[in-house]
């Protein structure tokens, strides 16, 4: 497959690289890294296609709307598909130094959920169906579980349904160390993998940062302006819950009991 790829790249692109290796491991797509310098995207499987088309275009549009920390696609074709963007220098927040970034992320993310829907590409299609992906998971996934857990899910369940009065926004959905790139002076280089990228609950984007970074999480909320409602931070914390529900539909959906186990021991872990 990477031959083939590589193969694509130099033919489409005019790029003959000479270095052309994977780079990542994500769910949707095969990533590679071009001469240090471009990353390319190919899609998975035939369900991940519609999310890289997706990406092009909200990639794009946002980099217009909020700045080059989002990295724009400049290479695209749709027939066969593929995206490739300029790689952006940075490491995640965890391996670089400390700086300003976190303050930068709160207004970056303040900047993302206050782009108009529409002007980003989305339509009321591209809405997170929370209820719909809660309908699945009670069908595949509590099964899966003991008694107490399928009882404590169903609890989870039942106050995310009843708080959805929040105001949808453009979210990345997806924020977490990986995805947030800082550079060797402690700024912030960018934020990447748009794969999730929704008109949701901006609380989804604090989710990970307020529970698994609480002291960091706070700084970039405060940059960000502060909760902008009372059930705010209520909602993140059962959005962090949820996260590995996503991770056990995906290794049902593709076979993989590996991700099944560790996203299992992941719901089991954050059930309230």
Known sequence: MLEAHRRFVRDRFGLDAATFVPFGDGWASYTYLADD??????PRRPAAEEVLRKQIVVRRRLAELVGALVPAPTHVSIDPLCMGYRKIEGAPFTEAP???????????????????????????????????????????????????????????????????????????????AEHILVDGRGDLAGVIDWGACAVGDAAKDFAWLLEARPALGER?????GGAPDPGFRARARRAFALMPWHEVTYGLDTGQPAFVASGLAGVRARLP
């Open 37 to 42: 310098a471009w990353v390319f995207q190919f």
């Open 98 to 176: 400390d700086g300003a970034w976190p303050d930068a992320l709160g207004r970056f993310l303040r900047a993302v959920h206050a782009a108009p829907p529409a002007a980003v590409g989305f339509d009321e299609r591209n809405a997170e169906d929370v209820a719909g992906e809660i309908d699945r998971w009670r069908a595949t996934v509590v099964p899966l579980l003991d008694a107490d857990d399928r009882r404590r899910a169903g609890d989870l369940f039942d106050a995310v349904v009843a708080d959805m009065g929040f105001a949808p926004c453009v979210i990345h959905a997806d924020v977490g």
């Open 220 to 224: 970039i909320l405060h940059a960000y």
